[in-house]
């Protein structure tokens, strides 16, 4: 029996025959496949959301970034910063690394510069805030949507995936 003729009771047996390891790696790798299908949407998103700096915006696509959780099922697309290292940040003209992706997200409050000035008497000086941009809240439905599309046949597909190779046809 190939592989592209599971029906019902096949189907249900040949999920029993693989063991917890092999579940495991069969949805995470349909999460992963469903989530990257997500991510393109959110880096569309961010691209069309008309968001200007100064410098290199090529690290940007690499800054909208999936995970998937380890325990249960599921993944998420986030701009948020993880650990040290240059995951979701921006590296400006000082060459200094920055998370612009998160703060135009969620946009900032007001900032002032903390040295004593000529402008004030406190010595601070406002240096304005960043507005929020909401590119991933935006393309939100259009995630959920295609999530819901293609979940369903990538678990399916990286499910027959692992049976191949621990030898189940």
């Known amino acids: 029996m190939s592989d592209f003729t599971y029906t019902g009771a096949e ?4 999920l029993r025959q693989l063991n917890q390891k092999q579940m495991r790696a069969a949805l995470r790798g349909g999460f992963k496949r469903a989530a990257n299908n997500a991510r393109k949407l959110a880096v569309q998103s961010l691209r069309t959301s008309g968001i200007k700096v ?3 915006s090529a690290d940007w696509a690499r800054g909208v970034r999936t995970f998937t959780y380890t325990r249960g099922s599921g993944f998420a697309v986030t ?3 993880r650990r040290r290292g240059a995951q979701s940040m921006h590296k400006n003209r000082q060459g200094l690394l920055k ?3 998160m ?5 900032t409050d007001y900032r002032q510069t903390r040295g004593r000035g000529r402008v004030f008497k406190s010595g601070r000086r406002r240096t304005g805030k960043m507005p ?3 590119f991933i809240e935006k393309a939100e439905p259009q995630m ?5 599309q293609t979940l369903i046949p990538e678990l399916e597909t990286a499910v027959r995936k692992q049976a ?4 189940f046809n």
Do not use: F
């Open 99 to 101: 998370p612009i992706l």
């Open 79 to 81: 701009v948020k910063p």
């Open 132 to 134: 929020a941009y909401h």
């Open 103 to 107: 703060w135009a997200e969620d946009g």
């Open 144 to 148: 959920i949507q295609t999530v819901e």
């Open 11 to 14: 189907w249900t047996n040949l």
């Open 54 to 56: 100064r410098g290199n």
């Open 164 to 167: 191949a190779k621990a030898g």
